[in-house]
Structures are given as structure tokens and as C-alpha cells.
């Protein structure tokens, strides 16, 4: 089976624009959650997504957005970006199932804004 | 709203000595998951914990989970190089799971 899938692997921006990220999760899964990762603020939890609905939301500003589509393939989407946007943007999948709840993640997207 | 701590934030230690890494939460936990992530990479799934007091076994790694499950630790017996990396907690309340801020084990021979 193929693990979760992130692209890019790497993305430069400046400061205003805005970017999107995608996450193709492992065959089967239908739950995504995305994490941003900063040496500063370890690993925060932005969103999940279960049957492209969203299920939980962290506590991010709504510059921060995302979907998930029929195929449960995921994107996230960062408008008007900031310096403190740089980060690694991590996403994960799992099967959406109490009983098996551990995430399975991808090798995530480094994001520096500029 | 729950707040998770992790300690200790770093850990260096020699080659063949014991580590330990603890998880705190403010609240009552549904269960905890524990990862680790090598340095450069993604964060891997070592295990679940969900009963009180439970306790599991992995090779020379150990997971407790408290009698209150509000708290969980995890033990290296005898480091070995290929140990290296963070550790994270991830404590399930309610619908959300939030990472602890991680400690980052370093090992020298």
C-alpha cells in the first residue's frame, strides 16, 4: 500500500500571496488531519476531515482553510501569507474508525514565506 | 481547554543508559498515542494506550499509562544510536488529538 502522499515537498512564497497545499491520503482512508510544525510550537492541529466534511478545527485564523474531495484526496489552503506562516505542514491519514485511531503521516510540505 | 505538557524538553544521553520521557494533561484522557519522529522525517506511530494503568511492552521500549489517565510515560531501556529522535505524546479528549511538545532524545556512543 502506498502511504500518505504530500506535494510539494518544498514551497517559497512572499509575504501576501497565498498557497495550497494537497494530501493524498493511504487507499482506504477516508479521515485527513493537517498539523503545522514549528521548532517553537512543536505540532499544532489545524483541521480534520472525515467524508469531506470537517469533523475537529484547532485554533487558527481563518486564513487558514481546507477541503477534502469524494476521493478523500485533501487540500489546504493559506491565504495572505505571513512570515509566521513558515513551517512544515504536515498531513495525516487514518481510517476514521474509533477502534483505529493512529495517523499515518506524510513527509510533509516546508513552506518558508519570504 | 486541555493543556499537554512533555518533559523533559531535551535528553542526552550515552549509549546503553535509560530514558524516560513524561506526558502530562490537565484533564481526563480517552487514550494517548505515543510517536516518534527521526530527525529530517515525519512523525511514526510507536503505540495506543487506552485502558488505566495500562502498560505495554516493546522490545526496550515500555508505555504506561496512569491509573487517573491523565498522564502516560514511556521508557528506553539501554539507548542505542538508532533511538535518536523525538517523542511525542498525543493525548485524545473529547474528538481532538494534540501532539505534547515532544522530547528530543539524543544518543552518543
Known amino acids: 500500500k502506498a502511504g500518505v502522499t504530500q506535494t510539494p515537498r518544498y514551497l517559497i512564497k512572499t509575504r501576501g500571496q497565498q498557497v495550497t497545499l494537497s494530501c493524498s491520503p493511504i487507499?482506504?482512508?477516508?479521515?485527513v488531519s493537517w498539523y503545522q510544525q514549528t521548532p517553537g510550537q512543536g505540532l499544532q492541529f489545524l483541521f480534520e476531515?472525515?467524508?469531506?466534511?470537517?469533523?475537529n478545527k484547532g485554533n487558527f485564523p481563518g486564513r487558514f482553510s481546507g477541503r477534502q474531495f469524494s476521493n478523500s484526496r485533501s487540500e489546504m489552503n493559506v491565504s495572505t501569507l505571513e512570515l509566521g506562516d513558515s513551517a512544515l505542514y504536515l498531513c495525516?491519514?487514518?481510517?476514521?474508525?474509533?477502534?483505529?485511531?493512529?495517523?499515518?503521516f506524510g513527509s510533509g510540505t516546508q513552506l518558508s514565506v519570504l | 481547554g486541555q493543556q499537554v505538557m512533555q518533559i523533559p524538553q531535551y535528553q542526552h544521553v550515552q549509549e546503553g543508559e535509560d530514558f524516560t520521557t513524561y506526558c502530562n494533561s490537565s484533564?481526563?484522557?480517552?487514550?494517548i498515542q505515543w510517536y516518534k519522529q527521526r530527525p529530517g522525517g515525519h512523525p511514526v506511530f510507536l503505540i495506543q494506550l487506552v485502558k488505566s494503568g495500562e502498560v505495554k511492552k516493546q522490545k526496550r521500549l515500555t508505555f504506561q499509562f496512569g491509573e487517573a489517565k491523565k498522564n502516560s510515560s514511556l521508557h528506553i531501556t539501554a539507548t542505542q544510536t538508532t533511538d535518536v529522535g523525538t517523542y511525542f505524546c498525543?493525548?485524545?479528549?473529547?474528538?481532538?488529538?494534540?501532539f505534547g511538545t515532544g522530547t528530543q532524545l539524543k544518543v552518543e556512543l
Open positions: 476531515y472525515f467524508s469531506e466534511t470537517q469533523r
Open positions: 495525516a491519514s487514518s481510517p476514521g474508525d474509533p477502534r483505529d485511531e493512529k495517523l499515518f
Open positions: 498525543a493525548p485524545r479528549g473529547g474528538n481532538k488529538l494534540t
Open positions: 484533564t481526563t484522557l480517552s487514550n
Open positions: 487507499s482506504g482512508h477516508r479521515s
